[in-house]
C-alpha cells in the first residue's frame, strides 16, 4: 500500500499529515489531476453539438466515462448513469421526479445523513407525503421490523452509515419493500468509495454517490436508476441537451440520461472521475476494503482502551469509520488540539443531527480511513488523543 500513497501528492505537499477525514472528502492521485490537466490543456471542448474534431472527442471521453460509472457499478445500460453534481443533487433528483403523492409513505432509516433528510422532510411539507423511520440499534445496526405497508412507496437508506459506519441490509429491504410494491433508493456516498458495488445483484432502482468522495473531482456525483424508472420521471431541470423538438410553445424532451442533464455538463470532472475509478479499481476495492479495515481494527481497540472513551457504532463488518467522544472533552477541543500536531479529523454533528442525539450527543469526533492511510497514521492519531485529551482535561 506505500505504493498506493506514493500516488497521492497532497502527501508529498505535505509529509506531515495525517489526513482521517476521507469520509467528508477523499484526496486525489496524480491519475485524477493529470487526467483534469491534459483534458483541459489539450483535449478542450463542449460535448454533444459540435461537428468539429475536439468537441467528438470530448463527447467520446464524456461517454467513456459514464461507461467506465456503468462497469463500476454493473449497471445493465449507459442510459441508467446520470450525471450530478454529488449525492445530495442525486437524491434531489428522484426527490422531486419520482411520483409521490399526498399519503404516500416513504421510509428512512435513523442513519440517515441530512442529504438523505432534508430533501424528504420538504416533500413531506410540500406535498403531504408521509415518513416513516426504521430505527436504529444501540450498536448502530437497523432494527429489522421494517414498518412497510401498503402506502409504502419508496425506500431512501444509506448503504454504509458516515456516523456508525453501519453497513445496512439492503438486500432484505429491497425484499420486503418487493412485497408492496415500493421502489429502493440507496445513498452510496460512503459505500462506493470501499467496497464493490452491483446494483443489478443488489436489485435496487436507484444508487447515488458523489465523485469526490471516490479519489475523483468536486462538482460530479452519480444518480444510478433503473431504466424503466427514469423512463417515468420528468425532467427536473429546463434548457439545452434535455429537449428533443422545441417550438415557442412547448418542447419535447431527450430520454434518459440526457433528459435530467440541462445545460453544458461539467466534462472535465467526468473524465477526472473515470480516471479514479480507474484508479480505485486498479488498487482493487477488495485489497482497499482490506487494508482500511485493518486500520480501523487498530484504531478501535486502541481507542477503547482510553479512559471515558465511547465509540457510537460497533455493528459487525462496519466501514472504516470510528465516531466516538471522551468524557468531559469537547470534540472541538480534540480536534484543533489534533489539528496542531497537522493530524485532520472530523467533528461536530457530522451531518447527521438526529442520529448523533439518538445517540445522546450533540458533537462527536470521527477519523475515518482510505487507501492512503498507514498504521503510523493510526500510532500518531491515537498517541495525540491520549496526550490532548489529557491536557485538555487538566486544563479544564
Ligand atoms: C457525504 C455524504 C452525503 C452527501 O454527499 P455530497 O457529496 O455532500 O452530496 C450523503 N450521504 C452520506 C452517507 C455521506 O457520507
Not at 50 to 73: K, P, Q
Not at 107 to 122: A, K, T
Not at 158 to 177: K, L
Not at 243 to 271: C, N, W
Request: aromatic share 8%; proline share 4%; charged share 20%.
Amino acid at each position: 500500500m506505500k505504493q498506493v500513497r506514493d500516488a497521492f501528492p497532497i502527501f508529498r505537499h505535505h509529509p506531515e499529515l495525517v489526513y482521517l477525514d476521507s469520509a467528508a472528502t477523499a484526496h486525489k492521485p496524480d491519475a485524477v489531476i493529470d487526467a483534469l490537466s491534459q483534458f483541459y490543456a489539450k483535449d478542450y471542448a463542449t460535448v454533444h453539438r459540435a461537428i468539429y474534431r475536439s468537441s467528438m472527442r470530448a463527447t467520446e471521453l464524456y461517454h467513456e466515462a459514464r461507461e467506465t460509472v456503468r462497469r463500476f457499478i454493473n449497471a445493465d445500460s449507459v442510459d441508467e448513469v446520470v450525471f450530478t453534481r454529488n449525492t445530495t443533487e442525486s437524491i434531489h433528483l428522484v426527490s422531486r421526479t419520482f411520483d409521490l403523492k399526498r399519503g404516500d409513505e416513504v421510509l428512512l432509516s435513523e442513519l440517515e445523513h441530512h442529504s438523505n433528510l432534508v430533501p424528504w422532510q420538504m416533500l413531506a411539507q410540500e406535498k403531504g407525503i408521509v415518513l416513516k423511520w426504521i430505527k436504529v440499534l444501540d450498536n448502530g445496526a437497523l432494527d429489522l421490523s421494517l414498518p412497510f405497508s401498503e402506502k409504502t412507496k419508496l425506500v431512501a437508506i444509506t448503504h454504509v452509515s458516515n456516523v456508525t459506519g453501519t453497513v445496512t441490509p439492503i438486500q432484505e429491504i429491497v425484499r420486503e419493500a418487493r412485497r408492496v410494491g415500493a421502489a429502493v433508493l440507496v445513498d452510496g456516498a460512503q459505500a462506493a468509495p470501499h467496497m464493490s458495488v452491483d446494483v443489478q445483484a443488489l436489485d435496487i432502482d436507484f444508487y447515488a454517490f458523489s465523485g469526490h468522495k471516490c479519489y475523483g473531482p468536486t462538482g460530479i456525483g452519480v444518480l444510478y436508476g433503473k431504466r424503466e424508472r427514469l423512463m417515468a420521471m420528468p425532467p427536473l431541470q429546463g434548457g439545452g441537451a434535455m429537449v428533443d423538438r422545441v417550438d415557442f410553445e412547448k418542447s419535447t424532451y431527450q430520454e434518459p440520461p440526457l433528459r435530467f442533464e440541462a445545460g453544458t455538463p461539467m466534462v472535465g470532472s467526468a473524465i477526472g472521475l473515470m480516471a479514479a475509478l480507474h484508479f480505485l479499481l486498479s488498487v482493487g476495492l477488495n485489497r482497499a476494503a482490506e487494508w482500511e479495515h485493518r486500520l480501523l481494527s487498530i484504531a478501535t481497540n486502541r481507542l477503547e482502551s482510553i479512559d471515558g472513551c465511547r465509540i457510537i457504532g460497533t455493528a459487525p463488518g462496519k466501514g472504516p469509520i470510528v465516531t466516538f467522544t471522551i468524557d468531559g472533552v469537547h470534540p472541538l477541543d480534540l480536534a484543533a488540539w489534533l489539528d496542531c500536531q497537522n493530524i485532520a479529523i472530523r467533528t461536530g454533528h457530522l451531518c447527521a443531527q438526529p442520529l448523533l442525539r439518538r445517540f445522546g450527543c450533540e458533537a462527536a469526533a470521527r477519523a475515518s480511513f482510505a487507501v492512503y492511510n498507514t498504521e503510523e497514521d493510526v500510532e500518531r492519531f491515537i498517541q495525540a488523543v491520549q496526550k490532548g485529551a489529557g491536557e485538555i482535561l487538566i486544563s479544564r
